[in-house]
């Protein structure tokens, strides 16, 4: 029995009475099973369909949307509360409900343990195909962590960890990574794949007394591959000690109605996370394969998007903002209307309002919604990282990222936008650790060797700097980040003619982008104020993005006194984060 206490209320999960202040208040059965589940998720996005499947049953022939209605109708009359000023159960439109009052007591008299987490790491699934580009078992890992960190994100914590693997004199692999991640469960798992069968097989393993849980194979035909899926998170999801989690439930995601859609849709967002103009033009060309299969395919909408989005920024380069902004908008309605509940297309909404609307606030609700979807969703996180410390608020940011890395503590992307993160916070020394470190796990990803180059030229560090950026430039030659922040490193140094030069290679980028604003990075190093600020008004003008680098670059700290970056700032409609 769960005795849930909150402010002046109790309620009783198991035999479905509320109490106020010790007085029974009368709540129907139906809205009362609705209360429990939502309190057993509390703080967490519920969505209908998950209420639906929990409360329902799958066959349901009822009318369960004024069903659902109703019983939420009944437990804000019974709660005493109204929809538009929630004090207990928050609504996010179009999507489900949450339970956001502070809970005291659960489980009869005993304290909530808040501390207690069951941990959970999620090995690679290895693939036994012997393909040279393992995206099937890339995506089903990603999958099966996105599954389990919907189960309970207050007491249930997903890492992601590398594949156990010994070595002579090193002792057993899984006692090194309870020891150095405190872990209680490893999910371990193989796919192989053939022309027409796949066979996955999975093991759940208990790490405090060293045996397994539960273990299992699947052998299927490749066309079955999108329910396989399912079938192990179910099957994982049921063998984690469900004692802890009784009224736990793992909410399906929608994939493609094609197994052959899906394949194509895994190998698009395998190239979209390699970051680069070409990777991002391959991965563009999968998701309109998928889309080619199967038309109503809502996640290969919501990559088409992310991708036409970095193809319009500074990151990639490779297209006019307009024309990107236009394209990705397009496609992001696309998957929205064909799922409001996908956490990726709000990820991607938070991103298009921050880098090309500039509607502040807006996307601060929208990586808020996504990561109510799926809290496990690390681009959202890492994102949502960025424009914090933008906004000036570092230690949000930071925290972002922690929560990352919690999930991927051995990615070299996740720690590179902690040490990101830390450097905007003006912590240069412990972020100087965590961008060598992003290095060392992974040496030709050229964003880590470009941001330790920001960090170094701003220590004044000017020829390490310059090496650093050389560096990225050699993974990825046509990178107008690196290029610009090169120029900018010379100018501090003195090198003006350099600085210039690389002026004139920026300036040849406008045939297919918009480089203004990160032409206004070396023009504020060179001291040239008028270019600077003329750079700044095209920039917003042309949608030159991100245009929030402003507010994280060094290069601008002499000026932020100057009426005209003032002026700047309610541009984008950032007026308060002037400096008087």
Known sequence: MHVFRFGEFEFDDQTFELRRNGTTVRLQQQPARVFAFLLNHRGSLVTREQIRLAIWGEDTFVDFEQGLNFCIRQIRLALNEQADRPLHIETLPRLGYRFIAQIEKSGDSEPVPAEKRIRIAVAPIEDLSGQSEAYFAVGLTEDMISALSRIDPVRLRVTAVPRPEGSEGAGDPMDRLQRQLNLDYLLRGSVRRSADKI????????????SILWSNTYDRKSADLLAVQEEVTQQVSQSLALQLFPSATVGSRRYARSAVAYDAYLKGRFFWHKMSTESIQRS???????????????????????CYAQMGSIRVGAMKPFEAVGNARIHLQKALDLDQTLAEAHCTNALIKSWYELEWAGAEREFQTALALEPGLITALLWQSLYLSAMGRHRESVASVQRAREIEPLSASVNLYLGVAQTHAGQYDLALRQMQQSIELDPS??????????NLSWLGRYEE????FKKALELTPDNIESLAFLGATLAAKGDRKGALKLVKELMAAEARTEPAVLLAVIYARLGLSKELFDSLE????????????VLLSEEFQPYRTDPRYHAFLGSIGLSHLACN
Do not use: C, N, W
Request: charged content about 20%; proline content about 3%.
């Open 465 to 468: 700097a310059i090496a650093a």
């Open 199 to 210: 066979r996955i097989s999975a093991q759940l393993h208990d790490l405090r007394d060293k």
């Open 445 to 454: 990803y050229y964003r880590s060797h470009m941001f330790l180059g920001r």
């Open 284 to 306: 563009m060309s999968y998701f309109k394969e998928a889309l080619a299969i199967d038309s109503a395919f809502a996640p290969a909408y919501a990559g088409l998007a992310d």
């Open 538 to 549: 095209r920039a917003v003008a042309v949608k030159s993005t991100p245009i929030y680098i």
